[in-house]
């Protein structure tokens, strides 16, 4: 029962109450654990669960508090900085707005503070038409005249894109409506991608909730106009069908991929997937009936290894033909079972034949007598023991140089 003393008062009266005991105000922990322990029902291993699994909500709801209350000063802090930025900017531009000669000055400096609070445009990662959006609005916003806007649109893009400006007549480049029109043109987003980006937009620290609100919006916004979606009944097939979409097989989508983004008729989408589900259903039922034949799996052998040597072109999804079983059967009938090359007899080649193979005759062990000689050398003396075999006792010479002992003829 030391488990009740891991959590708070608090836990030990949630405890109390989801076991069912009656809980007064101004109970002690001891008079909570008490309470607990002495209940008819209580179950020690199952308090236990329940106790532990009432912590970790506790703690649970605790953590996600103290991840909301982080999220929100860093939001508050981003706010900050931007707002004291802002009045940086603002408080610069007013002071040399009085000196007529000091314009060029106030323009070095609102372009340096513009690189900090707007990043550079990333073309595998931004929307082209949210960051003109976001570029319009905080040069609005400084009071910077359009007619300067080029300068600064820039210095926010990276140089492959800058080269791409550069290589326009001069009064085009100067022109910011045809320079956005171009990039426009250049690097819009299609649907499928602005879908994704709606669907898959998560909010980041660094940006405000305002911030995300519009990124959504705009990215709705670019889905719903390049499909050119003007009436409610068209965001509404357009939704059903997106649905439809996110729970089609891969295969589906492989099989429509040349004109899948187009299709955003609910109706119209439905249909062509039945379509091609008959289709593929009816083929696969088919090839199965045709491979689960006995006489197919018997006889047909497939070598994937060799090559077709056919004229024809290779046609593909043509549907099998119904006389496939009996083209494989003719060819397999016309095809001679194996037989023995000597006497004909059926099921064996001549080597194996039981008729024309003689039986292999038995070889006689032939055995022959071996001389024996003993000698003995006084210069070199051997060294011998003294064994039983069979009953009889020898003795034999242990030579160290022999794998075997030596017996004296007598005993052979």
């Known amino acids: 029962m030391a488990y009740l003393g891991t959590g708070r008062k608090h836990d030990l009266i949630n405890l109390a109450t989801e076991l ?22 209580y179950d020690e291993e199952f308090t236990k669960n329940l106790f ?17 209350r982080l ?5 508050k802090e981003a706010e900050r900085q931007f707002e004291l930025e802002k009045s940086r900017i603002e408080a610069g531009v007013s002071r040399n707005m009085t000196h007529a000669n000091s314009s060029q000055e106030v323009t070095d400096q609102a372009k340096f503070d513009l690189s900090r609070i707007l990043p550079k445009f990333n073309p595998k990662e931004d929307e082209i038409g949210l960051y003109l959006t976001m570029f319009e609005r905080q040069l609005k916003f400084v009071n910077i005249p359009e007619t300067n806007w080029i300068p600064y649109l820039i210095g926010s893009l990276p140089s492959e894109i ?26 819009r987003l299609t649907a499928d991608r602005f879908r994704q980006l709606f669907v898959q937009h998560r909010k980041s620290v660094e940006i405000t909730w305002k911030d995300y609100t519009f990124e959504l919006k705009s990215y709705f916004e670019g889905w719903t106009t390049e499909l050119n979606i003007s009436t409610f009944e068209e965001l509404k097939e357009l939704i059903i069908a997106d649905q439809i979409k996110r729970r089609t097989p891969a295969e589906f989508k ?57 004229s024809h072109p290779r046609e593909v999804n043509q549907p099998i033909s119904n006389d496939f079983d009996k083209s494989v059967s003719s060819r397999l009938e016309r095809k001679s079972s194996i037989r023995c090359y000597g006497c004909g007899y059926p099921g064996f080649i001549q080597s194996k034949c039981p008729k024309c193979t003689k039986p292999k005759e038995e070889l006689n062990t032939v055995v022959q007598s ?9 210069d070199s003396p051997s060294s011998s023991i003294c064994l039983t075999v069979c009953g009889r006792d ?7 140089g022999a794998s075997n002992s030596i017996a004296g003829e007598e005993f052979f």
């Open 71 to 75: 999220a929100e000063a860093a939001e």
């Open 20 to 41: 069912g005991l009656q809980v007064t105000e101004g109970l002690k922990v001891v008079e909570l654990k008490q309470l607990i322990t002495s209940a008819e029902s």
């Open 52 to 68: 532990k699994s009432i912590i970790d909500e506790r703690m649970a709801v605790a953590a996600e508090k103290e991840a909301e």
């Open 254 to 310: 492989e099989h429509f991929v040349d004109y899948w983004s187009e299709l955003n008729k609910p109706f119209e989408l439905a249909e062509k997937l039945d379509a091609y589900e008959t289709v593929k259903l009816g083929m696969k039922k088919h090839v199965s009936a045709i491979v689960k034949n006995p006489f197919f799996k018997e006889n047909v052998v497939f070598h994937p290894e060799r090559k077709c040597k056919t």
């Open 370 to 378: 071996i001389k024996l000689y003993a000698a003995e050398s006084p």
């Open 162 to 187: 800058n080269q791409i400006i550069v290589k326009e007549n001069e009064e085009d480049s100067k022109d910011y409506a045809k320079v956005k029109e171009m990039l426009l043109k250049r690097y």
């Open 394 to 400: 020898a003795a034999f010479c242990a030579d160290t």
